[in-house]
């Protein structure tokens, strides 16, 4: 298993387009987040799903995102309307809730800016 | 609802001197504490974590931090450090007693190792 991958690694989109970015977590890990960072911040939680299902969601998670997570393997996490405001690095990360060492695994990030 | 507070926006150090990162945590239950390491373009990479236990914890490539429950502090320290520790470091919590390991960052500290 190579880690948690991220595509793509960058995106440059017009404001208003639609975008939406693959995640794809270790394979024995159930749950998975989505967290966005914006230059100069620290990450913020966005959603989390535990198998197939979206367990929590920020109120940062506007109308305009919706993640996904089919069959319980990859995530997606699709932007309608891009606003530059939502240009920022969009990190996922999976961990499992089996165990208690409670370590999350994150991937290289999608790096999105609108323009 | 958790918040991390990190006291140092950016730390310049020369090379084989000590640093001290610091980190204090706002939390009406008790929470697990981590440290995060991201290198530029990359993601979060765990240093080290508190979950119970002594409250020195020793992590990866030297680093050390001490929980301190009193003054909700979780300062991270190196001895020495290199050029390679060039990087920006994050504090996060998570609450114990909750689904999902949902962290809260600090807003970074960025150090920049001098030769």
């Known amino acids: 298993d190579t880690g948690v991958s991220q595509d793509p690694r960058h995106k440059i989109t017009k404001r208003g387009q639609n975008v939406t970015f693959r995640c794809d977590p270790i394979s024995e890990h159930n749950r998975l987040y989505w967290y966005r960072q914006t230059l100069g911040q620290g990450p913020e939680f966005l959603t989390y799903f535990q198998n197939e299902a979206q367990l929590e969601k920020s109120r940062l998670l506007s109308d305009r995102f919706s993640a996904e997570r089919p069959k319980g393997s990859f995530s997606t996490l699709e932007i309608q309307r891009t606003e530059q405001g939502d240009s920022a690095m969009y990190l996922c990360?999976?961990?499992?809730?089996?165990?208690?060492?409670?370590?999350?695994?994150f991937g290289s990030g999608t790096r999105l800016t609108v323009v | 609802a958790q918040s991390v507070t990190q006291l140092d926006s950016q730390v310049p150090v020369f090379e084989e001197a000590p640093v001290e990162l610091r980190c204090n945590y706002s939390?009406?239950?008790?929470?697990?504490l981590f440290w995060y390491v991201q290198y530029p373009n990359q993601g979060l990479q765990l240093l080290l974590k508190?979950?119970?236990?002594?409250?020195l914890v020793k992590g990866i490539n030297g680093f050390e931090a001490e929980f301190n429950k009193s003054q909700t502090s979780f300062h991270l320290r190196k001895p020495s450090v290199h050029i390679s520790d060039t990087a920006e470091y994050f504090c996060a919590v998570s609450p114990v007693k909750a689904a999902g390991n949902k962290l809260t960052f600090g807003g970074g500290t960025r150090v920049l190792v001098k030769p």
């Open positions: 990360a999976s961990s499992s809730s089996l165990g208690t060492d409670y370590g999350y695994t």
């Open positions: 939390s009406s239950v008790s929470v697990y």
């Open positions: 508190y979950l119970s236990g002594s409250t």
